[in-house]
Nanobody, 116 residues
Framework: QVQLVESGGGLVQPGGSLRLSCAAS????????MGWYRQAPGKQRELVAT????????YADSAVQGRFTISRDNAKSTVFLQMNSLKPEDTAIYYC?????????WGQGTQVTVSS
């Protein structure tokens, strides 16, 4: 069994910052790609960013490039998402994922609300 637990969400004013964390635990056999999706109200879940085993990163949404930074701590099986210059359109539930042996594992999600 593999569990992913996110933390760090909350309410922030436009222009503010948040740092999301996601810790994986359980039967994990090595280091695997991890990343973040988000789902805004009334919209489909969309990929935000991925970080690979070698540390290479991909940002799927051009709207977050330059504002969001994904990183990882392999020793702790943890992935982070530093979000700066937040905008109201960043409001969503953020889900972390890990792809291990061709199977995706998901966290329960953490709410990020950007509002004045």
């Amino acid at each position: 069994q593999v569990q992913l637990v996110e933390s760090g969400g909350g309410l922030v004013q436009p222009g503010g910052s948040l740092r999301l964390s996601c810790a994986a635990s359980g039967r994990i056999f090595g280091i695997y790609p991890m990343g973040w999706y988000r789902q805004a109200p009334g919209k489909q879940r969309e990929l935000v960013a991925t970080i690979h085993v070698n540390g290479a990163t991909n940002y799927a949404d051009s709207a977050v490039q330059g504002r969001f930074t994904i990183s990882r701590d392999n020793a702790k099986s943890t992935v982070f998402l530093q979000m700066n210059s937040l905008k109201p359109e960043d409001t969503a539930i953020y889900y972390c994922f890990m792809t291990m042996l061709q199977r995706d594992y998901w966290g329960q999600g953490t709410q990020v609300t950007v509002s004045s």
